[in-house]
């Protein structure tokens, strides 16, 4: 075998060497290129969050009495500032992960009379909580309980006003108002009364 018929029967060997080198780098370029881009996207949410977290903190410190909670670690903020802790009488969670170490802090804010849940997780946690403050008036709309974790409500002496924006069983409707009995409840979305899901 001559040293031109070696090299014929090597080449393409090789370029299939070649091929094969050449994508795995392309797959480890992509994979640490995708890694990256989440890693940024990642740094980037935890910015905005924090952004978010620091301009509702800032509102309340200027005179609002409002705090709007989209991120778990604004409550220990709250809770920890004198002028925060005096001020706030309404808490609105609006799409909140509530970790349950941070829960606790609402019981800190010892003039809040309303709260108002929207789309949060850890709502029992945060309920569990405020339950020594005086609140009156609490809102619901898809909060993460079952039914009967609204029962937890008896435990609030001063509640004058629940409502629930979302459907839930007429049953529980008629319990709620039987344990609440000074309490007005307003749900407005009855199963019985949705359209296709009466029994």
Same mark, same amino acid.
């Given at each position: 075998?001559?040293?031109?018929?070696?090299?014929?029967? @090597?080449?393409?060997?090789? @370029?299939?060497?070649?091929?094969?080198?050449?994508?795995?780098?392309?797959?480890?370029?992509?994979?640490?290129?995708?890694?990256?881009?989440?890693?940024?996207?990642?740094?980037?949410?935890?910015? $905005?969050?924090?952004?978010?977290?620091?301009?509702?903190?800032?509102?309340?410190?200027?005179?609002?009495?409002?705090?709007?909670?989209?991120?778990?670690? =604004?409550?220990?903020?709250?809770?920890?500032?004198?002028?925060? @802790?005096?001020?706030?009488?309404?808490?609105?969670?609006?799409?909140?992960?509530?970790?349950?170490?941070?829960?606790?802090?609402?019981?800190?804010?010892?003039?809040?009379?309303?709260?108002?849940?929207?789309?949060?997780?850890?709502?029992?946690?945060?309920?569990?909580?405020?339950?020594?403050?005086?609140?009156?008036?609490? $809102?619901?709309?898809?909060?993460?309980? =079952?039914?009967?974790?609204?029962?937890?409500?008896?435990?609030?002496?001063? =509640?004058?006003?629940?409502?629930?924006?979302?459907?839930?069983?007429?049953?529980?409707?008629?319990?709620?108002?039987?344990?609440?009995?000074?309490?007005?409840?307003?749900?407005?979305?009855?199963?019985?009364?949705?359209?296709?899901?009466?029994?």
């Amino acid at each position: 075998m001559t040293a031109a018929e070696d090299n014929r029967k @090597r080449s393409p060997m090789l @370029r299939v060497v070649v091929v094969v080198s050449i994508v795995c780098i392309a797959i480890v370029g992509l994979t640490f290129a995708i890694k990256s881009a989440r890693q940024q996207a990642h740094l980037h949410a935890q910015r $905005q969050q924090a952004e978010r977290r620091q301009k509702s903190f800032d509102l309340v410190k200027r005179g609002s009495t409002r705090a709007s909670v989209m991120d778990s670690k =604004l409550l220990p903020m709250l809770a920890n500032d004198p002028d925060c @802790r005096r001020r706030v009488t309404n808490v609105d969670f609006f799409m909140s992960d509530i970790d349950p170490a941070d829960a606790p802090s609402v019981s800190k804010l010892k003039n809040v009379t309303s709260m108002t849940f929207y789309c949060t997780n850890g709502t029992k946690e945060l309920l569990l909580a405020a339950r020594s403050l005086p609140i009156d008036d609490l $809102q619901f709309e898809m909060p993460d309980l =079952l039914p009967e974790d609204f029962l937890i409500l008896k435990e609030f002496p001063q =509640l004058k006003k629940v409502r629930i924006e979302h459907m839930m069983e007429d049953e529980w409707i008629a319990r709620l108002e039987s344990e609440l009995p000074n309490v007005v409840v307003e749900a407005p979305y009855p199963r019985s009364k949705e359209p296709g899901m009466a029994r």
